[in-house]
């Protein structure tokens, strides 16, 4: 169906149906802006015992291929000892891709639903054939899916980062921390509170998205329809003669 003109109408706003879009658009924003930006340093004390202690710095930063993130260079001597090259352990990279992905195009979606909301109402909600209503509520069965995927793997990626650049995971990476007499701890950990609030913007995202399922569900001809009802013959009663 050809749509018309565009016509501004605030109206919709008002409405459950372009309300939730807008918080939709405001929580993805948050959700790949806390996360797809993030860089942390930590760093790494080496307690030698009889020898002079040792520090070591370790950058991360999204989207958090660890497994690339050296750890010690080649040819390194620490406490006295030849340390080979060593690496951090994980790699969250696909996770995190796939979390700031869905959000990302869940920011443009909610762009171009506001604008069809605001602007072609009148065409969106055309009882002669308008497939949008049943578009937008597929959509958003779609995005519902992808965050409880992506927000779930990403939580449990961001989990992993943590054991990775932690005290006990640098401990069972680094060979020399297990030699007696050596003791290693993370003595100045990088914040990841930022990432924290992207798990949290990304469950409340699916929170969202599934609230918005049942509203644009009510706008298609799925819902509208109610099976006929059947007509029942009216019995005319015929007067008796006197």
Request: hydrophobic residues 45%.
């Amino acid at each position: 169906m050809m749509m018309t003109g565009f016509r501004l109408n605030l109206t919709p706003l008002k409405e459950p149906l372009g309300f939730i879009k807008i918080l939709e658009w405001l929580t993805a924003i948050f959700a790949f802006g806390s996360s797809g930006s993030f860089s942390g340093r930590n760093v790494i004390s080496l307690f030698c015992g009889g020898s002079r202690n040792e520090t070591l710095n370790v950058t991360f930063h999204y989207p958090f291929r660890l497994n690339e993130v050296m750890l010690v260079g080649s040819n390194s001597t620490l406490c006295g000892r030849s340390v080979q090259e060593t690496h951090l352990v994980g790699d969250s990279a696909f996770s995190a891709e796939a979390f700031v992905a869905v959000a990302i195009v869940a920011f443009c979606y909610c762009m171009a639903a506001l604008l069809i909301y605001l602007g072609y109402m009148d065409s969106y909600r055309d009882p002669q054939g308008s497939s949008w209503p049943q578009a937008d509520f597929i959509l958003t069965v779609l995005f519902a899916a992808l965050w409880l995927i992506c927000s779930s793997a990403w939580a449990k990626g961001l989990q992993n980062v943590r054991d990775s650049t932690s005290t006990a995971g640098i401990r069972s990476t680094l060979s020399v921390c297990q030699v007696q007499g050596v003791s290693c701890e993370v003595t100045e950990r990088s914040s990841m509170r930022t990432l924290s609030v992207s798990v949290v913007f990304g469950f409340l995202n699916l929170v969202l998205w599934l609230g918005n399922v049942w509203f644009t569900y009510k706008e298609t001809p799925w819902h509208s329809q109610t099976p006929a009802a059947e007509t029942i013959p009216v019995r005319r009663q015929v007067p008796v003669p006197i």
